[in-house]
């Protein structure tokens, strides 16, 4: 089993950064990949970006390419999420998500047994 935390929303202007976190603690998370999705009000969740278990290969959805980086640091049981360049559509809960063992059963979610309790990103314009 694994629990995921993250930490590092908050309220932002449009046009800032946050750093998002996930600590992943029960065991380690190198052998899967991690991933971020986000669920706006009323919106279904979508999927936001994805890392390999040795953070060599990474994903993005085509709205946060080029301002979104994720990264991951085995060693800490981490995985980070880097927002940069915010807009007011941005808005949205933030969920961690682990144990798939392909980016596309992460992007489907269909390979996802573990997720966090999700942290609120606001940005405001």
């Known amino acids: 089993q694994v629990q995921l935390v993250e930490s590092g929303g908050g309220l932002v202007q449009a046009g800032g950064s946050l750093r998002l976190s996930c600590a992943a603690s029960?065991?380690?998370?190198?052998?899967?990949?991690m991933g971020w999705f986000r669920q706006a009000p009323g919106k279904e969740r979508e999927f936001v970006a994805g890392?390999?278990?040795?953070?060599?290969?990474?994903k993005y959805a085509d709205s946060v390419k080029g301002r979104f980086t994720i990264s991951r640091d085995n060693a800490k049981n981490t995985v980070y999420l880097q927002l940069s360049n915010l807009k007011p559509e941005d808005t949205a809960d933030y969920y961690c998500?682990?144990?798939?063992?392909?980016?596309?059963?992460?992007?489907?979610?269909?390979?996802?047994?573990?997720w966090g309790q999700g942290t609120q990103v606001t940005v405001s314009s």
């Open positions: 998500a682990a144990g798939s063992q392909t980016i596309s059963a992460l992007i489907t979610e269909s390979g996802v047994p573990y």
């Open positions: 890392v390999s278990g040795t953070g060599l290969i990474t």
């Open positions: 029960g065991r380690a998370i190198g052998w899967f990949y």
